[in-house]
């Protein structure tokens, strides 16, 4: 596997890559790899002749008091894990390789960015649709490959690249778990023991949402007060959001609603931890419900 730390570097291997009509793939990471990046590469490297494996962290989606400067770093361990994934170039550019001037463009996608992270992390999104379309323009990829872990990251880039006639594939690949249910996270190593135990409340919750869907239940608002509930007993659970969308749009249930999305963000300590569920509606609507509806339904247990 090739190290390229330059730009031109980059863009003169693919340019031979492209001349011999191979395909190309891309799987952008901010490094520190595990199981879950492995499985992009891996699926990338089963579609694709060439796979690029970016790593940087893009210090224009960190807001200011952020984990920009201790994020986790090892691009040794991101070099192996990358190679026995099969990719063939781990791109690494430097901040200053990727904004050598005063960064004066962004790409802001509105609407799908109000909610979840776009509403927590104010200019999260315009950082990681920038850099995302810098790293397509630098790439050129056939299919570019994100994990549906950051499902709102997904729905952002995908109405970039639609919006912008971006000429790529998106590829969306489900979570990597740990075999307790914690979604896999360059983040998990900031976890103290305890924080890591109390965090296996967010896929607990999420898949007992599940079963309440699969019950019957489709209020919207009585699934998001239940999920609410479930992660607020865990006493290390600090809430950052939990929401019950439509899963394209990312704004709340209507009656054209067929998925959900059921997004949250946790803190355990000082550690941010995202998980999601997408629930499709099984031919029976997901509806919205006011507070007095949902009191109601509690009472009467849980509606089907
Ligand atoms: P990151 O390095 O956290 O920016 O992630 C790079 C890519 O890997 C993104 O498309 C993430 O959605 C994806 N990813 C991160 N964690 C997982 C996971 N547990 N399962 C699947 N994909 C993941």
Redesign the pocket.
């Known amino acids: 596997m090739q190290l390229i730390e330059t730009i031109a570097g980059l863009r003169e291997v693919l340019a031979e890559a492209r001349r011999q009509g191979l395909k190309v793939g891309l799987?952008?990471?901010?490094?520190?790899?595990?199981?879950?990046?492995a499985?992009?590469i891996t699926r990338a490297k089963e579609e694709c002749d060439v796979v690029v494996v970016s790593?940087f962290v893009n210090p224009l989606q960190f807001g200011p008091h952020e984990d920009l400067d201790r994020y986790p770093r090892d691009l040794e361990r991101d070099a192996q894990l990358a190679t026995k994934s099969g990719a063939a170039i781990l791109f690494h550019p430097s901040a200053q390789e990727m904004y050598p001037s005063q960064v004066l463009t962004t790409v802001s996608v509105q609407q799908v960015t109000d909610r979840l992270c776009g509403a927590s992390r104010p200019g999260h999104f315009d950082g990681v649709a920038t850099v995302v379309l810098k790293l397509l323009n630098i790439v050129l990829p056939d299919r570019v490959?994100?994990?549906?872990?950051?499902y709102q990251?997904?729905r952002v880039i995908s109405r970039m690249v639609s919006d912008l006639n971006v000429p790529v594939q998106i590829v969306p690949?489900?979570?990597?778990?740990e075999p307790d249910g914690l979604?896999?996270?360059?983040?998990n190593v900031y976890l103290t023991a305890q924080d890591r135990q109390a965090a296996l409340v967010l896929s607990n919750s999420l898949r007992e949402l599940q079963k309440l869907v699969s019950a019957g239940e489709r209020n919207a608002a009585l699934l998001q007060s239940r999920l609410t509930e479930w992660i607020s007993s865990e006493p290390l659970a600090r809430i950052d959001y939990v929401e019950i969308l439509d899963s394209e749009k990312l704004e709340p249930v209507s009656c054209e609603t067929a998925e959900i999305v059921a997004a949250v963000a946790v803190y355990f300590g000082q550690t941010r931890l995202i998980d999601n569920a997408v629930i499709d509606a099984e031919g029976r609507p997901f509806y919205a419900a006011d507070s007095n509806e949902i009191k109601n339904s509690s009472r009467q247990g849980n509606r089907s």
Do not use: N, W
């Open positions: 799987v952008p990471t901010m490094g520190y790899l595990h199981e879950g990046h499985s992009l790593v490959y994100f994990g549906l872990k950051d990251q997904v690949c489900p979570t990597i778990r979604a896999k996270s360059s983040r």
